[in-house]
């Protein structure tokens, strides 16, 4: 989705551009749906020129709550930093290999310990996958602003 801002003597003239791809359900094809084709749609918003700072303020409110929520993940990822899939504690693999073998009433508590690290790996990749899209919607945020404040000057 394209944005643009200009100050006319309408108002605040903003132009959106928004497209997508287009997929009908199709049996014969991968995943059941089939690629026919992409559509743009433009739309054109008038905001009086008195109330264009109230569009502004809300953006601003919008990416300061995206800032703090960015914030809250980067503190949570920061106490994650030491998980990792791949290297599962070979202390926890070799005792969960030998209460199965045994068949020990330790295996729950080993187990335990086994869930608690897979959770752990899980929120680390969840965590990475929201900074991610609030990284884009930030950045969206960010461009938006500089551009109401150039048409507003």
């Known amino acids: 989705m394209e944005k643009e801002f200009k100050m006319t003597d309408e108002g ?11 997929w009908l359900p199709q049996k014969d094809a991968p995943q059941g749906k089939a690629f026919i084709g992409a559509y743009t749609q433009t739309t054109i918003q008038v905001i ?7 569009l502004r303020e809300f953006i601003a409110s919008e990416k300061a709550k995206g ?27 070799k005792a969960v290999k030998d209460t199965i073998d045994k068949g020990s009433k330790q295996r729950r508590t080993t187990l335990t310990a086994l869930n608690a690290h897979i959770e752990k790996v899980a929120m680390k990749q969840q ?6 899209i609030i990284a884009i919607e930030l950045a969206r ?7 109401i404040d150039k048409a507003l000057e």
């Open 12 to 22: 605040l003239i903003v132009t959106v551009e928004s497209g997508d791809r287009l």
């Open 48 to 54: 009086e020129k008195d109330k264009a700072n109230i």
């Open 67 to 93: 800032d703090e929520q960015m914030s809250g993940i980067t503190k949570k990822l920061e106490e994650l930093k030491d998980v990792s899939a791949t290297e599962l504690d070979a202390d926890l693999v």
């Open 127 to 132: 965590l990475i996958n929201q900074q991610k």
């Open 141 to 147: 945020m960010t461009k938006e602003l500089t551009d």
